[in-house]
């Protein structure tokens, strides 16, 4: 870590030391063209698609069916990813955040490595997995939860005026489904800042004879905030680009609907592509990887603004 | 107000009482459970209420208001937990249940190459495409990770470069795994035509999954060498090169190895990047270079899609194979990561 500017060398050692310089040299080179690498890809990945992908911004308006241009095709599309991801927020943060705080204030201290890892067991399931078991069971399960929603919240754009799904595969399902892959990277985030809190401050306000969520409230959460905002940023870039989960649960229609616990919704972006990538025309290989292109300046920009908020706070603590 | 000495403790509920309200929460809703022939989960549900309102209530009568308000809390996030982990269990003992029933020798030694209807299939080829395609990914990923991670602790240091790029692998974790699929789809075709698709398209996509786990994993590792173990070989006359190959890498080498394994786990069980670049196959196909290779999280999701019940069942199969995979990876990694722990200081 330390730099190294090898101290000056003269005389008798100056010839031995020369070859051992080149093999420095060398080494350094490789080393930074790997780093370079990863700077190289991430803009490759931008070029890419949007060379491929151009052609499907303004292709003939037969590639956009039922749909005659870009907009108007990735309009539901967009409509539904948010939608989805709004859903699996709401369900996910609350539950997080608990989770996290459970880990690192409540749960008794031997257990609570052996709990930590059965969240991060969570995070290992292959999303496959999670689309097979939402399909076939989460979504029969929670489908007499459709009806009640629609009985009762039914004036809702988002629970009515259409009937419910009568097997709950729906958006709604779909969200869930999401807020359950994304809870392992917000409790992650979350519980290391929880960690993080100074130790004295906890125990100031103990001493000032708070409760235990009083201390949490005010010595935990003005610290946290920061942490917690990026972890729920970050659970947000990944609940916008999964794709099995909803392409496996959701059943599809072109059509944009509000009602998240309707018959059909169109896919999400993401989802969309992986179930009509099987379509081989080239222009419409090139839409889908345009609607690639939007997906990944959007969750690119979340992602930033997620890591920049972090290392901000993470900033301000050294000083 | 009246007279008399200020209390100096408060009166406080006895240690047993959560556990005494939980177990009448449970009684208590058990009644209408059992004279309706509730599901499990009303039950379940209807206790965990009655556990919300009855403990903070006696909290209120015997503690006072911001007692209560504590126990309502604690009470809250026990029960969050304990919503929070049933899916994972739920999901795993689904995933055996109905997976056991699928596996035989059959089914692991086959492909379903002309395999119609009913017959016996077997997810052979997706064993073959998952393990050539995560091979490679891992070849092209942990070259490029480790020495960006040298870079970044030995070279790097504290300059702007470091920082940056310690910055965008942060964001790379990031990227939605289609993403890194139709961007190596995007680079094929650009290469060789639209219809082309091969096994080699797949590793590229892992691989831009694969290497910010890497390089993050790693650089942790890498910090954790004792300069002065670095110092100690600079004195003897080691070129940095050689200090860093020869004692710095071995020293860190379990925590690097655990972070690979890690990484490899982690895409073992992508699907969208596959299924988008590499496609699907019912036969074996053992070149990377030509052709399309099916991978076991698209052979779940192929036989998903049938809708048939032979369909489902091999999908079963499928997931519990996967699921299997990934846990032995990860416990694995884990018993590198402890075997090979850095040595406590004395």
């Given at each position: 870590m330390t730099a190294t500017a090898s101290p000056e060398r003269t005389g008798p050692h100056d010839t031995a030391s020369r070859p051992s310089r080149r093999g420095d040299r060398t080494f350094e080179g490789i080393v930074r063209v790997a780093a370079f690498t990863i700077l190289v890809s991430l803009v490759a990945v931008f070029i890419f698609l949007a060379i491929e992908g151009w052609v499907g911004l303004t292709a003939?308006?037969?590639?956009?069916?039922?749909?005659?241009?870009f907009i108007t095709y990735i309009t539901p599309l967009v409509v539904s990813t948010l939608l989805a991801s709004a859903i699996a927020l709401i369900v996910a943060v609350p539950f997080a955040i608990a989770v996290a705080l459970f880990i690192s204030h409540y749960a008794p201290r031997r257990l609570a490595a052996v709990l930590a890892y059965l969240v991060d067991l969570l995070a290992a399931v292959p999303s496959v997995v999670f689309g097979l078991w939402g399909g076939r069971y989460l979504a029969a399960y929670l489908q007499p939860l459709h009806v009640w929603l629609h009985a009762h919240f039914g004036f809702l754009p988002f629970f009515g005026p259409e009937p419910p799904s009568p097997n709950g595969r729906s958006l709604f399902t779909a969200g869930i489904v999401l807020a359950i892959m994304i809870l392992p990277i917000i409790t992650a985030i979350s519980r290391e800042v929880f960690a993080q809190t100074p130790r004295l401050h906890e125990e100031a306000a103990l001493a000032l004879g708070a409760t235990r969520w009083e201390m949490i409230r005010y010595a935990v959460f003005p610290y946290a905030r920061s942490g917690m905002v990026s972890g729920v940023m970050l659970g947000l870039g990944r609940a916008l680009g999964e794709t099995m989960a909803v392409a496996m649960v959701l059943a599809t229609t072109p059509n944009t609907t509000l009602n998240v616990i309707g018959v059909a919704s169109p896919p999400t972006i993401a989802a969309n592509i992986a179930l009509n990538y099987?379509?081989?025309?080239p222009e419409r290989q090139s839409l889908l990887i345009a609607t690639g292109l939007v997906l990944f300046v959007v969750t690119f920009l979340v992602n930033f603004a997620a890591r920049w908020i972090a290392g901000r706070s993470a900033r301000r603590m050294d000083r | 107000m009246t007279t008399g000495p200020i209390p100096i403790s408060h009166p406080r509920l006895p240690a047993w009482a959560p556990a005494l309200v939980g177990a009448m929460a449970l009684a208590l809703a058990g009644l209408p459970a059992l004279l309706a022939g509730w599901s499990l989960t009303k039950w379940i549900a209807l206790s965990f209420l009655v556990f919300l309102v009855a403990l903070p209530l006696w909290s209120r009568v015997v503690e006072g208001r911001r007692a209560a308000l504590d126990r309502l809390v604690t009470a809250l996030i026990w029960i969050a937990f304990a919503i929070a982990v049933s899916p994972l269990i739920w999901l795993l003992w689904v995933v055996i249940k109905n997976g056991l029933p699928a596996i035989n020798i059959a089914f692991l030694t086959n492909?379903?190459?002309?395999?119609?209807?009913?017959e016996q299939g077997g997810l052979y080829h997706a064993l073959i495409g998952t393990l050539l395609i995560t091979l490679a990914a891992t070849i092209i990923s942990v070259p490029i990770g480790i020495l960006t991670a040298i870079y970044l602790v030995e070279?790097?240091?504290?300059?702007r470069a470091a920082r940056v790029i310690t910055f965008l692998v942060d964001v790379m974790t990031g990227i939605p795994s289609i993403v890194a699929g139709l961007f190596a789809l995007a680079l094929l075709v650009l290469l060789f035509g639209t219809a082309f698709r091969a096994g080699i398209g797949g590793s590229i996509a892992l691989s831009l999954l694969m290497i910010p786990t890497v390089v993050r994993s790693s650089e942790e590792m890498f910090r954790l060498v004792p300069d002065d173990l670095r110092e100690a070989s600079y004195a003897l006359g080691v070129p940095r090169w050689r200090t860093i190959l020869k004692v710095v890498l071995p020293t860190a080498l379990g925590g690097v190895v655990t972070g690979v394994v890690l990484a490899i786990s982690r895409v073992i069980g992508e699907t969208a990047p596959l299924l988008v670049v590499a496609g699907a196959t019912d036969g074996i196909n053992s070149n990377l270079f030509d052709g399309r290779m099916t991978t076991l999280p698209v052979f779940i999701f192929s036989q998903y899609a049938t809708s048939t019940p032979v369909g489902y069942e091999r999908a079963w199969g499928g997931a519990l194979v996967l699921i299997v995979l990934v846990m032995v990876l990860n416990l694995t990694a884990r018993i590198i990561g402890r075997v090979f722990a850095p040595a406590k200081e004395h």
């Open positions: 003939d308006p037969s590639t956009y069916e039922p749909f005659t241009s099987k379509e081989s025309t | 492909s379903m190459l002309n395999v119609i209807g009913d070279y790097g240091a504290r300059s």
